[in-house]
């Protein structure tokens, strides 16, 4: 489990997508105060299921 470095609050995981780029990227964001911080190394291409 992530802890806010802020408030010290919990953070979970959840996804960020840019839908006019195409990409997505994942992110720690806290329950408490709302803050975020990047998960991935870099944004993913968004693909399509078949």
Do not use: F, Q, S, W
Not at 5 to 25: H, P
């Amino acid at each position: 489990m992530h802890t806010c470095d802020k408030c010290n609050g919990t953070m979970y995981l959840e996804r960020a997508i840019d839908m006019d780029a195409g990409l997505v990227i994942t992110v720690l964001a806290c329950l408490n105060c709302g803050r975020r911080k990047v998960a991935d190394a870099e944004p993913r291409p968004m693909t399509a299921p078949r």
